[in-house]
Antibody, heavy 115, light 109 residues
Framework: QVQLQQWGAGLLKPSETLSLTCAVH????????WTWIRQPPGKGLEWIGE???????HYNASLKSRVSISVDTSRNQFSLKVTSVTAADTAVYYC?????????WGQGTQVTVSS | EIVLTQSPGTLSLSPGEGVTLSCRAS???????LAWYQQRAGQAPRLLIY???TRATGIPDRFSGSVSGTDFTLTINRLEPEDFAVYYC??????????FGQGTKLEIK
């Protein structure tokens, strides 16, 4: 049974870099895309971007200039970095396994940007 | 750019009732590329339906999905207390690669 476990810093100051990692347990990275989604307080879901097991990436155009998603196949993990964060980046961030649908989700990480 | 519009925004219903939620795509998408999720308060979303009408593993058969043109529908029969949550539709495409509807909240009347 595939499980995703995520972690990273939860409190950042404006202009800092957000960094989150998601470990995949019980399955391989191969054959899927590995996705990051975020949810601002009281709002809906926003797709951030994704990476394949071989490192191909796709990003939301609205975030592309600040986002980087990478994969570490040796550790069965993938990671998200968002540079120059502002209060608008405050959200719960989720990792997920993607085919056409998002079948498995991490538990979510609350990230707050505040001075 | 494909936009998914969900309606209504909020529904107030009682346990035991049935409900139909709507998700309209701004342009044609393959039914294979439409999924529905349930998000209970404080939890991560959970996949309910993929390919517009296929239930995910472990999803009760009171949940069903259908499509007519660009209109996708999630139907829940005989609402249980645990069904009161927010429901999102999601598409897979090229521009953008993935996007969500704004969500429909089911609340207890």
């Amino acid at each position: 049974q595939v499980q995703l476990q995520q972690w990273g810093a939860g409190l950042l100051k404006p202009s800092e870099t957000l960094s989150l990692t998601c470990a995949v347990h019980g399955g391989s990275l191969s054959g899927y895309y590995w996705t990051w989604i975020r949810q601002p307080p009281g709002k809906g879901l926003e797709w951030i971007g994704e990476v394949s097991h071989s490192g191909y990436t796709h990003y939301n155009a609205s975030l592309k200039s600040r986002v980087s998603i990478s994969v570490d196949t040796s550790r069965n993990q993938f990671s998200l970095k968002v540079t120059s964060v502002t209060a608008a980046d405050t959200a719960v961030y989720y990792c997920a396994r993607a085919e056409w649908e998002l079948s498995h989700w991490g538990q979510g990480t609350q990230v707050t940007v505040s001075s | 750019e494909i936009v998914l519009t969900q309606s209504p925004g909020t529904l107030s219903l009682s346990p035991g009732e049935g409900v139909t939620l709507s998700c309209r795509a701004s342009q044609s998408i393959s039914s294979a590329y439409l999924a529905w999720y349930q998000q209970r308060a404080g939890q991560a979303p959970r996949l309910l339906i993929y390919g517009a009408s296929t239930r995910a593993t472990g999803i009760p058969d009171r949940f069903s999905g259908s499509v007519s043109g660009t209109d996708f529908t999630l139907t829940i029969n005989r609402l249980e207390p645990e069904d009161f949550a927010v429901y999102y539709c999601q598409q897979y495409g090229t521009s953008p690669r993935r996007s969500f509807g704004q969500g429909t909240k089911l609340e207890i009347k």
